[in-house]
């Protein structure tokens, strides 16, 4: 059981990356998305609700198999972050970056309340609620743009594959 709680916590190992593991768990969590934009709307919801409660477990666990607060080598929260991100955006290349960019600069930066969490909760719940806020951020940013300035998101999708 230990090892599926790390290999869970861990996102697939990728939390034990030499260098920047949190990117290395935004990237699952960028693969765990080109699966769920699959989904309905209702479906992905569910699917990333589900990923969510799972994480915290996960990650409580782990922080007594590691004997470390938020380990870095714990990184499920990365892919709730990023699947938070990417709720009821557009599946479009250019949605996938921006939203892995602004996750990450956003996930680092700890905006309010994260910093707070962060700081003062403990357990797994602590570990991914700072950054499904972050995620939740950087939601509300793509949604803005997709709103006001749509084009924006198509700009690199033209650019590789061309007109449409």
Do not use: H
Request: one cysteine or more; hydrophobic letters at 55%; glycine letters at 8%.
């Amino acid at each position: 059981m230990e090892r599926f709680i790390v290999f869970l916590a861990s996102a697939g190992y990728s939390g034990y990356s030499p260098f920047a593991p949190g990117t290395a768990g935004t990237f699952v969590g960028l693969l765990v998305y080109v699966l769920f934009s699959f989904f309905p709307a209702p479906i992905y919801l569910l699917s990333t609700a589900a990923v969510f409660f799972l994480a915290c477990w996960a990650s409580e666990q782990a922080e007594v198999i590691f004997s470390q607060r938020d380990s870095p080598r714990i990184v499920i929260d990365e892919v709730v972050g990023y699947l938070i991100t990417m709720a009821l955006l557009p599946r479009t290349l250019t949605a996938a970056i921006g939203g892995f960019v602004f996750f990450r600069v956003l996930d680092i930066i700890k905006l309010y309340p994260a910093r707070i969490i962060n700081r003062r909760m403990e357990g797994g719940w602590a570990v991914v609620l700072d950054d499904a806020v972050a995620g939740i951020y950087a939601n509300l940013l793509l949604q803005a743009i997709t709103q006001w300035r749509p084009q924006l998101l198509l700009i690199v999708d033209r650019w590789i594959f061309g007109p449409v």
